[in-house]
T-cell receptor, first 113, second 114 residues
Framework: AQSVTQPDIHITVSEGASLELRCNYSYGATPYLFWYVQSPGQGLQLLLKYFSGDTLVQGIKGFEAEFKRSQSSFNLRKPSVHWSDAAEYFCAVGSGGSYIPTFGRGTSLIVHP | EAQVTQNPRYLITVTGKKLTVTCSQNMNHEYMSWYRQDPGLGLRQIYYSMNVEVTDKGDVPEGYKVSRKEKRNFPLILESPSPNQTSLYFC?????????????FGPGTRLTVT
């Protein structure tokens, strides 16, 4: 069965600093990988997704993520964080066939001015 | 505008009083699902549906029912709600025909059972 681990429950960064949110997955074949963002009081919005091809994926809001098969990771990065990026971030992994993604427990991002 | 809608957005009810949370999507998606979100636990899938009249249990189905009589609607039914079902609920839909399918989420329904 597939699983996702987000090791960091909370991350605090200063506005303008770089950001990396970690995501590790467990799945035998090539997974489908996603990052979602949930702003306070809102639903989940897709930031980016990886299915195949280039392992560096560009998303919305200036985010990117890199699929590293050797490390079973799909970390989310942003070079310069804005206060509006404060939110909950979820990594998810899916698989071919039935496509039922499994979500990580989320990482809460706090941005200091 | 492509969207998933849920109603109500907020609901406070009492133990044992049957309730239904509606979910509707206007994208002609085959796949729909319900999640609950609890602090520290992330999103856990309750039920999903691959198409009309095809539903299946997710990870936490106990105490919930669903139906899929029309492609666009996927209501979540709590026949006898209990306080441990107090949670934030999300409906989502996906087009299985896409080469890179992604889930579209509704805005959420915050349910409190007293």
């Amino acid at each position: 069965a597939q699983s996702v681990t987000q090791p960091d429950i909370h991350i605090t960064v200063s506005e303008g600093a770089s950001l990396e949110l970690r995501c590790n997955y467990s799945y035998g074949a090539t997974p489908y990988l996603f990052w979602y963002v949930q702003s306070p009081g809102q639903g989940l919005q897709l930031l980016l997704k990886y299915f195949s091809g280039d392992t560096l994926v560009q998303g919305i809001k200036g985010f990117e993520a890199e699929f590293k098969r050797s490390q079973s990771s799909f970390n989310l990065r942003k070079p310069s964080v804005h206060w509006s990026d404060a939110a909950e971030y979820f990594c998810a992994v899916g698989s071919g066939g039935s496509y039922i993604p499994t979500f990580g427990r989320g990482t809460s991002l706090i941005v200091h001015p | 505008e492509a969207q998933v809608t849920q109603n109500p957005r907020y609901l406070i009810t009492v133990t044992g009083k049957k309730l239904t949370v509606t979910c509707s999507q206007n994208m002609n998606h085959e796949y729909m699902s319900w999640y609950r979100q609890d602090p520290g636990l992330g999103l856990r899938q309750i039920y999903y549906s691959m198409n009309v009249e095809v539903t299946d249990k997710g990870d936490v189905p106990e105490g919930y029912k669903v139906s899929r009589k029309e492609k666009r609607n996927f209501p979540l039914i709590l026949e006898s709600p209990s306080p441990n079902q107090t949670s934030l609920y999300f409906c989502a839909s996906t087009s299985l025909g896409d080469s890179t399918p992604e889930q579209y989420f509704g805005p959420g329904t915050r349910l409190t059972v007293t």
